[in-house]
């Protein structure tokens, strides 16, 4: 029965964005709907387990199919009349096309034996994210009740949003044993979007070249076996900003539709992390430039209408139980001694995991400047990712006594920087039009379609 | 630009410029598909020669892939001790790293409630608070920390059986009407004990 719960889940995902499905890829829709759809679900569970609606399978397929049956009807007025047909045309691929696709699919099943054999083992799965679930799945319900029972631990219980509790939760009722598998699916969809939001600026092959270039990269691949929420909050986040930076480009509704469901559902995922404010002040400058004012105020209501969700249910249930926030700060002040060490931390732990996409990123950079010149509203969208790790670290730093420990979280956080970096590359890739030619007659065509754009 | 020509090839800038990120991106490519080769390696070997767990039971799962030494504990400590019993746990810090977690240790352990005790003294009043058992633990590390050291709890415990899980000190298996006494403890103490609440 889990099963076809979650294929419901899918559904959901296809038909939250399939209002606008011209404007993507058939297979990145697909691949949307993979991860889209459970993350909405969990919010619609987390909706009917507010209005104590029991988490019976009944009333977990059900509010799934009304949620389905809601989006056909919005997807139905204004539709578009002559909306585009799918035609799906199977390419042709080269022999090192064809390679690079295989072992991206040995990935995603390595990672999906990984996640399906393996029930949840790691330390912070079991002592919250796992248990959450089982509670959940215990109780059919929020378990307000259980998780304030005991008062030294309810803080901990409701120090991040329940998403993947939940989905952990209803995988157990509907009769799963283990669900991992939906971790999987986030690094399919975290992997797979990267080759189709950087396939315009660049050729196939090299397109799924830097597609497999992500997907090897150890910080991505493992964290995808272990069912920490970091990589669902990075897919999330990444793309929310990517589909933003396509929509300034290509102006197309759907990207932009999608990339303002994101960033709320991100932080559905981890609310903690502050980088949501970047697109939120980048997105309105944007607006503002383009004369879009109406959009502000549709995505701030978007946003926030989603965001706030958990800040408000977990402020009722500390008020309610009389709990205090985890570690409470130790009060803000100007330490001018923390600067260099927070700074330091910046770079060790949030850039350091990824100084290898820095530094091709660098050379690429380099090579032509031009470009960058051209993307500078990009750039200093990235930097300010930068610059706030920084402040949050100080402000950590001054804050905290014990700051210098989350390094490895630090870490973890910053995954998001991985897809975000090879859209940059992609998009100031050097021109390789004066190459083509010289290298098809002397190199061969294997490397003229290397550097060929098609 | 042009920089210079060999044979009929015109070399510019630009060329080595796409050479140098080439050579950059493959490199570094390589470098980590080096690095992940053994985990994946070692993901597939360990499910080539355990096959049988791949259709086994969580619990079965679960032993392998937690220490198994800890798993028995806390199946121990299940199995001698109610669903609904209170029950007080190290301080949490080296050596305990895992039964001193309450969060941790809750996991396996649920829906049993458990309160962690101090260092020196027990740190709660076991009749007022319903404590009807405390585990009793060597600690399941080398490591110490927070001026921590190994045997807990510290204090004697009016008990009416204590559960040890194997040998300790010179006892085994379950011993009624004797109280707990701290200084009869050894690195292999690991048990539990049921408090006499009239005697405290």
């Given amino acids: 029965m889990w099963f076809l719960l979650f294929l419901l889940m899918i559904l959901l995902g296809y038909l939250t964005i399939a209002r606008w499905h011209n404007d993507f890829h058939p297979i990145e829709h697909i691949i949307i709907s993979v991860f889209l759809g459970p993350i909405v679900a969990s919010l619609v569970f987390f909706g009917i387990g507010l209005l104590n609606i029991p988490f ?15 989006f056909v009807f919005f997807n139905m007025i204004k539709r578009t009349p002559n909306s585009k047909q799918i035609k799906i045309k199977v390419p042709s691929f080269t022999f090192f096309e064809l390679g690079m696709i295989i072992a991206l699919a040995l990935l995603f099943f390595w990672v999906l034996l990984q996640d399906v054999v393996w029930p949840p083992f790691s330390w912070d799965v079991l002592a919250l994210y796992d248990f959450r679930g089982r509670v959940i799945a215990d109780y059919h319900s929020l378990a307000q009740g259980f998780f304030t029972s005991q008062s030294n631990l309810t803080a901990y219980n409701y120090v991040y949003p329940f998403s993947t509790s939940i989905l952990h939760g ?30 315009r600026y660049l050729s196939r092959l090299l397109s799924l070249f830097l597609t497999l270039f992500m997907a090897v990269t150890p910080d991505i691949i493992f ?75 549709a995505m701030l209501l978007i946003f926030f209408g989603i965001r706030e ?81 920084f402040l949050g670290t100080y402000f950590f730093a001054v804050s905290f006594s014990w700051w210098n420990q989350i390094g490895g979280s630090a870490e973890r956080v910053s995954v998001f920087f991985a897809p975000l970096l090879l859209y940059l590359l992609a998009v100031i890739f050097p021109d390789t039009k004066n190459e083509r030619f010289h290298l098809k007659i002397k190199l061969g065509n294997r490397i003229y379609n290397l550097i060929n754009k098609q | 630009m042009k920089i210079y020509f060999l044979g009929n090839i015109k070399v510019t800038k630009n060329t080595y410029r796409l050479i140098v990120i080439f050579a950059l991106v493959f490199s570094i490519f390589v470098f980590n598909l080096v690095k992940i080769k053994s985990g994946i390696r070692s993901g597939l070997r360990i499910l080539k020669s355990q096959r049988s767990l791949v259709f086994a039971d969580y619990e079965t799962k679960m032993r392998f892939k937690s220490r198994p030494d800890m798993w028995e504990f806390y199946q121990f400590i299940k199995s001698h001790s109610e669903d609904n019993a209170k029950i007080l746990i190290p301080p949490q810090g080296y050596p305990w790293s895992m039964t001193g ?64 899980l194997g040998d300790c000190y010179n006892y085994s298996g379950t011993i009624v009407n004797k109280d707990f006494n701290p200084n009869e403890m050894d690195q292999h103490c690991r048990g539990l004990i049921e408090v006499d609440w009239e005697r405290l």
């Fill in chain 2, 101 to 164: 977690n309450a969060a941790y240790s809750r996991y396996f352990l649920y829906p049993r409630h458990l309160i962690n005790g101090k260092l020196d003294d027990l740190g709660v009043n076991l009749k007022e608070t319903g404590v009807k058992y405390v585990l009793l633990s060597w600690g399941e590390d080398v490591g110490l920390e927070y001026n921590f050291t190994h045997g807990w709890p510290k204090v004697p415990v009016p008990a009416k059986k204590i559960y040890y």
């Fill in chain 1, 170 to 199: 209803v995988i157990y009722i509907t009769g799963g044993a283990n669900p991992k598998f939906f971790y999987a699916f986030f690094y399919l969809g975290f992997v797979g979007l990267l080759y189709f939001c950087i396939r």
């Fill in chain 1, 56 to 70: 019976s399978p009944r009333n977990l397929f059900v509010s799934l199919t009304v949620s389905c049956l809601l």
């Fill in chain 1, 309 to 389: 969700i958990w800040p408000i249910y977990q402020g009722h249930i500390f008020a309610t139980s009389g709990q205090i926030k985890i570690d409470p700060p130790q009060g803000f002040h100007i330490d001018l001694t923390k600067i260099p060490e927070s700074f330091l931390f910046t770079i060790k732990y949030f850039t350091g995991s990824w100084w290898q996409y820095f530094l091709i990123l660098f050379f690429a950079a380099i090579s032509s400047w031009k470009k960058v010149l051209r993307s500078s509203f990009l750039i200093f969208w990235f930097i300010s990712y930068l610059g706030i790790s």
């Fill in chain 1, 223 to 297: 964290p995808s076996t272990i069912a920490y929420p970091n990589i669902a909050y990075a897919l999330l986040f990444s793309y929310s900003t990517i589909y933003f930076w396509k929509y300034m480009r290509y102006r197309k509704n759907g990207f932009l539709a999608l990339s303002i469901l994101l960033l709320p559902l991100s932080t559905w995922i981890r609310n903690s992390e502050p980088f949501w404010v970047i697109n939120i002040i980048f997105m309105t400058i944007y607006f503002i430039k383009n004369r879009q004012i109406l959009m502000i105020f």
